[in-house]
């Protein structure tokens, strides 16, 4: 059982960034992958990035250089980088650390 505590969110004008927190305690010394998952208004959950114990990263293509994610192992906290943010992006995103943990989800609006 895992704690995932979100921070970050904001609303910010189109191409402008971002940078999503999310910290994970109760793990122990288990160092899991962990990701984000996002979900819009009037769509299904969405993946958008993960990145392993040893730093492999992947992207969905939505956000693929635009989106940047990493990790503190020290302070167990992956991060979110997002730059040229577009009103597509809008939605509440999740941190997820396979299989079933789950953040409450941070709102990100993207708007003139």
């Known amino acids: 059982q895992v704690r995932l505590v979100e921070s970050g969110g904001g609303l910010v004008q189109p191409g402008g960034s971002l940078r999503l927190s999310c910290t994970a305690s109760g793990s122990g010394f288990s160092l899991n992958d962990m990701g984000w998952f996002r979900q819009a208004p009037g769509k299904e959950r969405e993946f958008v990035a993960r990145?392993?114990?040893?730093?492999?990263?992947d992207y969905a293509d939505s956000v693929k250089g635009r989106f940047s994610i990493s990790r503190d192992n020290v302070e167990n906290t992956v991060y979110l980088q997002m730059s040229s943010l577009k009103p597509e992006d809008t939605a509440v995103y999740y941190c997820w650390r396979p299989v079933n943990d789950w953040g409450q989800g941070t709102q990100v609006t993207v708007s003139s």
């Open positions: 990145i392993s114990s040893g730093g492999i990263t």
